[in-house]
């Protein structure tokens, strides 16, 4: 099907790689923020959250970073997989309302 | 568990026409979205559901998109007319509560062709 990753930014990484992928937010004042892995032709899943009183969180071969000084957060894949090929999105939310998405960076890992 | 459920996968339309989507949310989750994503781009909220009732609808289209969840759980997003510029996947997603920071789990989406 139509990919969700057209026009996006692409990362292209070799197998094995770790990936870091980043995402610039707008409002200062939010204070929890997600990131989204999207497959052509699904919805976005849930990776990994951070509130903004973290400037670190660690899952399952992944991290999220969060520097409030400059909005910015980033998503750090270890050991890249085929299967983590997707487009990924990261959302910020004040009050854990209304969630912004950023808009996205596609992720190519070759084998 | 069963995921959101959403109906149809696919529809092409004229301009002009009207189209509805559905929604079936995770059982027992209060809050219901509606979320827009046109081609290379990240969803953006059309409206909010806590309940039967609307949080937030402040980026939703009046003129011409509407939605509803009378009961409380099923919701339905209709377009009427359609234009050119609402070719896009329309997400339906559900989660516990807006109250503490939750997941927001999604449906796999409508995607929507006007013609």
């Known amino acids: 099907g139509e990919s969700v990753g057209l026009h996006l930014p692409t990362l292209s990484v070799q197998e094995g790689d770790n990936s870091i992928i980043n995402c610039a937010y707008s409002?200062?004042?939010?204070?929890?923020f997600i990131w989204y892995k999207q497959e052509s032709g699904k919805g976005p899943q849930f990776i990994i959250d951070?509130?903004?009183?973290?400037d670190k969180r660690q899952g399952q071969r992944v991290t999220v970073l969060l520097n409030k000084t400059v909005k910015h957060l980033s998503l750090q894949i270890a050991a890249t997989q085929p299967g983590d090929s997707a487009v990924y999105f990261c959302?910020?939310?004040?009050?854990?309302?209304?969630?912004?998405f950023g808009s996205g960076t596609k992720l190519n890992v070759k084998p | 568990e069963a995921g959101v459920a959403q109906s149809p996968r696919y529809k092409i339309i004229e301009k002009r026409q009207s189209v509805a989507f559905w929604c079936n949310p995770i059982?027992?989750?209060?809050?219901l979205y509606w979320y827009q994503q046109i081609l290379g781009q990240g969803p953006k909220l059309l409206i909010q559901?806590?309940?039967?009732?609307?949080?937030?609808d402040s980026q939703l289209p009046k003129d011409r998109f509407s939605a509803e969840r009378l009961k409380g759980v099923d919701s339905t997003l209709k377009i009427q007319p359609a234009k050119l510029e609402d070719s896009a996947v329309y997400l339906c997603?559900?989660?516990?509560?807006?109250?503490?920071?939750?997941?927001?789990?999604f449906g796999p989406g409508t995607r929507l062709t006007v013609t």
């Open positions: 409002n200062s004042a939010s204070d929890y």
């Open positions: 951070i509130r903004s009183n973290m």
């Open positions: 997603a559900s989660s516990l509560d807006t109250d503490v920071p939750n997941e927001q789990y």
């Open positions: 559901f806590q309940n039967n009732g609307v949080v937030d």
């Open positions: 059982s027992g989750h209060a809050t």
């Open positions: 959302a910020e939310t004040k009050y854990f309302n209304k969630f912004y």
